[in-house]
């Protein structure tokens, strides 16, 4: 397989897909909630854009499990959108694993990717109104 081929989806934008059984329950929870209202929809699809990626909210009959995350934005400052979301009503998920522990909703994750140039991250999750598990990330240089 030559090179064009065995990399033809590199060049790709890659967009999220979250499952909701309730579309109208999830727009009212990324609008009142998160503050997002979608930039475009389909009978059945919601479509958002942060950052200039995409994703799309869908009607499913369906659910996640929620056992990971499924999507994540990556933020300047962890506090600031964790405080801000949870005095919109947002919970954030207390984890206590092997190296993982949230302490004031927040985690220390250590390592990360060479490429993004960070020694580590820090991390906060939470769930939307269909169970998804959604994630807020901060680099830690």
């Known amino acids: 397989m030559n090179a064009d081929h065995r990399n033809i989806l590199t060049r790709s934008r ?6 909701a059984q309730d579309l109208d329950r999830a727009r009212r929870f990324y609008s009142e909630t998160l503050g997002l209202d979608p930039v475009d929809e389909r009978p ?14 869908f009607r ?26 949870r005095r919109r009503g947002v919970a954030f998920e207390d984890v206590d694993a092997p190296g ?3 302490r004031g909703g927040i985690a220390e994750v250590e390592g990360n990717y060479p490429s993004k140039g960070a020694r580590g991250e820090r991390g906060a999750w939470f769930r939307d109104s269909e169970g998804n598990l959604l994630g807020i990330g901060e680099l830690v240089m």
């Open 14 to 19: 890659v967009a999220t897909r979250l499952p």
């Open 44 to 57: 059945g699809g919601l479509l958002y854009r942060c950052g200039g990626v995409d994703f799309v909210v």
């Open 60 to 85: 499913s009959t369906g659910a996640s499990s929620g056992a990971f995350t499924q999507m994540a934005w990556e933020v300047d400052d962890i506090e600031t959108v964790v405080a801000e979301l």
């Open 100 to 102: 993982l522990r949230t």
